[in-house]
């Protein structure tokens, strides 16, 4: 498996990885403008066998990141893909001179919740309502 920046060709797969993903989905324009214009974004994905098979977005401002999405398709999951993609952006971020990074994550989400506290990501606060539907987040933080 490789990780490597996403393309325009990479969007359908995913878009697919997204809806399948995540009660309010991002929609084709958040990625565009990812991709495009955003100039502190970073859209990575993962690669097996020719196939995109997850993919994470973070954006890296000054000595500050931040994880907005991660994503593994539903039937791959649980095969270290996640953590493989966590890792390596969290590489580039210390590159880049990065003194930490922090994401929301659903209360519900425990699955997710473990592989970053696996990673030693530490919960901060909760966000009350943080979701359109009314659900809290974590707000979790990576010292690096
Ligand atoms: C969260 C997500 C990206 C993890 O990706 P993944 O490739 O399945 O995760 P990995 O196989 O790398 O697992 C890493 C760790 O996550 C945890 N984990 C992953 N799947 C799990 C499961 N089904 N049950 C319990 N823990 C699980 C474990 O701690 C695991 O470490 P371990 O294998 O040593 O036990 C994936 O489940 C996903 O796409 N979920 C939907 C989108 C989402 O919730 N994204 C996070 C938004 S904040």
């Known amino acids: 498996m490789k990780i490597r920046p996403a393309t325009t ?3 359908s ?8 993903s995540f009660p309010s989905p991002w929609t084709e324009p958040h990625f565009l403008y990812e991709l495009k214009e955003n100039p502190y974004a970073f859209l990575l994905v993962a690669e097996a066998e020719g196939f995109v098979v997850g993919y994470i977005d ?3 401002t000054f000595q500050q990141a931040q994880i907005n999405n991660l994503a593994v398709m539903p039937h791959l999951r649980h ?11 969290v590489e ?5 001179g990065c003194q930490s990074v922090t994401l929301e994550v659903r209360v519900s989400n425990t699955i997710a919740q473990k592989l970053y506290g696996t990673y030693g990501f530490k919960k901060l ?8 539907d009314g659900e809290d987040a974590w707000l979790m ?3 690096i």
């Open 58 to 60: 973070f954006w890296i």
């Open 92 to 96: 580039r971020m210390k590159k880049a």
């Open 13 to 20: 797969t995913i878009l697919t990885i997204e809806n399948l």
């Open 141 to 143: 933080e990576l010292r």
């Open 9 to 11: 060709q990479d969007l």
């Open 125 to 132: 606060i909760k966000k009350s309502r943080y979701y359109a």
């Open 79 to 89: 095969r270290g893909i996640g953590k493989t993609m966590l890792m390596d952006a």
